[in-house]
């Protein structure tokens, strides 16, 4: 079973910039859509960005559109999150999530509930 695996996590001041990154304990990372969500404590898990498999279509959220990339590396297996201008607001976990269908349109949409495999989360803090 595919099970995605965060890293990047940390505490930066307003302003900085953080790159997280999304493996798969299989592999096979390279052959779904993969979105990153965010949470905080009491919310809903929120959309963040999405890419398609072949890299080629990506989504962001309105709150980080401009501040943040995704990207992935097929070859590596790897997706990537590039997050800069960090924001206090921007504080949360960060989980990545893959559709194992192979669709792109729950992610594309930030629809937490069509994801299938969920990686365990990683802390992003922005003090101001």
């Known amino acids: 079973q595919l099970q995605p695996v965060e890293s990047g996590g940390g505490l930066v001041h307003a302003g900085g910039s953080l790159r997280l990154s999304c493996a798969a304990s299989?592999?096979?990372?390279?052959?779904?859509?993969v979105g990153w969500f965010r949470q905080v404590p009491g919310k809903e898990r929120e959309g963040v960005s999405c890419i398609s498999d072949s890299g080629l279509h990506t989504n962001y959220s309105d709150s980080v559109k401009g501040r943040f990339t995704i990207s992935r590396d097929n070859g590596k297996r790897m997706v990537y999150l590039q997050m800069d201008n960090l924001k206090p607001e921007d504080s949360a976990y960060y989980y990545c999530?893959?559709?194992?269908?192979?669709?792109?349109?729950?992610?594309?949409?930030?629809?937490?509930?069509?994801?299938?495999?969920w990686g365990k989360g990683t802390l992003v803090a922005v003090s101001p």
């Open positions: 299989d592999g096979n990372l390279q052959h779904y859509a």
């Open positions: 999530a893959v559709d194992g269908t192979g669709n792109y349109y729950y992610c594309a949409a930030g629809r937490a509930d069509g994801m299938d495999y």
